[in-house]
C-alpha cells in the first residue's frame, strides 16, 4: 500500500529527555512537512524538505530539528529546548512540480511530556 | 506567509441541513484546498479550487473561490452524522492552516 505513516502513535517523554518521531512515505514524494496542533488548534508548520539532505524552518521551529537523509524520511526530534511540546505532531507529503499540490497526511503523533 | 482563516470556529446542525463554512487568505494564491480532520487523526484532502476557477462540486462539496476578496467557501449538502469533523481550508503552495471549523452534525 503507498501512503505515509508515523511512529509511535503515542509518545511519553520525561522533562529534558529528546524525542525523535518517525514519518516514512512511499509515494515517491518531493517534499516533506512536520506540524504541530495544540489540542481544538488548527495547524502550525515546524520544518519542511523539497529536497534531500535539505530543509527549511517554519513558523515554530524552536526547541525542534530535522533531518532528510532520504527521500522517504524525514524524523522530527524534539529536544528539550522546547519548552511545551505536548502536542498532536503531523507529518505530509506531496508531490513538487505538479498540477495538483494536494498534502498527504501521515495519522499523527501524540507526544505527551510527564 | 500565506494563510487561511475559517469561520465559524465552530457549527452545530441537525442531520439534513446544509452546512457552510467560509475562508479567508492574505496574499495573492494560485490554488485553495480543503480537509477535513476526524478527532486525533491526520487530515484528508477533500477538494482543490485554483485561482482561475470560481465554482467546483464533488459529490455534496461544493466549493467557491472569490479570488477578489480572498476569500473562499465549503458547502456540505444534505449534512450526515458522519460528517462530524474539523475542517481547515490551506491556501498556496505551502498550505499554511487556521484553526479550522468544527462541525457537529446531531443525528
Known amino acids: 500500500d503507498g501512503g505515509i505513516t508515523q511512529s509511535p502513535k503515542y509518545l511519553f517523554r520525561k522533562e529534558g529527555q529528546n524525542v525523535t518521531l518517525s514519518c516514512e512515505q512511499n509515494?515517491?514524494?518531493?517534499?516533506m512537512y512536520w506540524y504541530r496542533q495544540d489540542p481544538g488548534q488548527g495547524l502550525r508548520l515546524i520544518y519542511y524538505s523539497q529536497i534531500v539532505n535539505d530543509f527549511q524552518k517554519g513558523d515554530i521551529a524552536e526547541g525542534y530539528s530535522v533531518s532528510r537523509e532520504k527521500k522517504e524520511s524525514f524524523p522530527l526530534t524534539v529536544t528539550s529546548a522546547q519548552k511545551n511540546p505536548t502536542a498532536f505532531y503531523l507529518c505530509?507529503?506531496?508531490?513538487?512540480?505538479?498540477?495538483?499540490?494536494?498534502?498527504?497526511f501521515g495519522p499523527g503523533t501524540r507526544l505527551t511530556v510527564l | 506567509s500565506q494563510q487561511g482563516e475559517e469561520d465559524p470556529q465552530a457549527l452545530s446542525i441537525q442531520e439534513g441541513e446544509n452546512a457552510t463554512m467560509n475562508c479567508s487568505y492574505k496574499?495573492?494564491?494560485?490554488?485553495l484546498q480543503w480537509y477535513r480532520q476526524n478527532s486525533g487523526r491526520g487530515l484528508v484532502h477533500l477538494i482543490l479550487i485554483r485561482s482561475n476557477e470560481r465554482e467546483k462540486h464533488s459529490g455534496r462539496l461544493r466549493v467557491t473561490l472569490d479570488t477578489s476578496k480572498k476569500s473562499s467557501s465549503l458547502l456540505i449538502t444534505a449534512s450526515r452524522a458522519a460528517d462530524t469533523a474539523s475542517y481547515f481550508c490551506g491556501a498556496g503552495n505551502m498550505l499554511t492552516f487556521g484553526g479550522g471549523t468544527r462541525l457537529m452534525v446531531k443525528p
Open positions: 509515494l515517491n514524494h518531493d517534499a
Open positions: 505530509a507529503s506531496r508531490l513538487l512540480h505538479s498540477s495538483y499540490n494536494e498534502q498527504f
Open positions: 496574499t495573492s494564491i494560485n490554488n
